[in-house]
């Protein structure tokens, strides 16, 4: 029942829209991956959060959207919270310093320093624990619809969700669909990843849609250009 969603404070468990996220800047021990600005910051509970931000970053308004639309329409995605990001220890440009790990020799140390805002920013949850035997494995869209179940019921219906997906996928023109972005996890409840009891599938980045582009993507949340 989309009428009763409240779109602006989101699914279950999501953050009051622009609350103020306190977290301490993360070195990662591999390059982050990506094209546009982005960090690792450690919150108040030890976990370490994935932070996209800056005005201009359109990666930031396309995720806002396409989670929210997916939750509104009985999909499963992740949760993206908008936030301020108080960091501590950051640098002035942490993409900047992040991209120069890549070239240096050796690492630079570790930025010190206060805090640092970020605003606009976004923070991903994900939905449930992540199915994979190497970090960014994800999943291709050709095994998304040709693997179903042996049940021939339940093979009946996960062609027909799947089938829906990869329609909104294309309406949204979700031109970076690298399987790395396509995400197998085992929901809430589920039990453990091993013998997990409630699999699911879900776009894991939505940062390239509503733009100009498939697989060579030029825009991303560009209303006119989709």
């Known amino acids: 029942d989309t009428a009763r969603l409240d779109v602006r404070a989101g699914p279950a468990g999501s953050r009051e829209p622009h609350a103020t996220l306190d977290c ?16 690792l910051c450690r919150d108040g509970a030890g976990e370490v959060r994935k932070v996209k931000y800056g005005p201009n970053n359109m990666e930031v308004h396309a995720e806002v959207f396409g989670a929210r639309l997916l939750w509104m329409l ?8 908008v936030v301020r990001v108080r960091c501590r220890g950051c640098p002035e440009d942490p993409w900047d310093f992040l991209q120069g790990l890549v070239i240096a020799d050796p690492r630079p140390p570790p930025p010190t320093g206060g805090v640092r805002e970020f605003h606009p920013a976004i923070v991903e949850t994900y939905f449930g624990d992540l199915i994979e035997s190497h970090p960014g494995q994800g999943l291709p869209w050709h095994e ?41 996890a085992c929901g809430p409840g589920g039990g453990q990843t091993e013998s997990c009891r409630l699999p699911v599938i879900y776009i894991g980045d939505l940062g390239a849609i509503l733009g100009r582009g498939w697989r060579v993507v030029t825009s991303k949340a560009d209303i006119e250009g989709w």
């Open 144 to 184: 998304i619809l040709a693997n179903l179940s042996e049940d021939p019921e339940r093979a009946a219906l996960q062609r027909v969700h799947r089938e829906a997906l990869t329609l909104l996928a294309s309406f949204l023109a979700h031109g970076d669909s690298k399987p790395g972005n396509q995400t197998l």
């Open 74 to 81: 009985g999909f499963y995605s992740e949760r993206i919270d």
């Open 24 to 39: 301490t800047f993360v070195v990662p021990a591999t390059p982050v991956g990506g094209n546009t600005p982005k960090f």
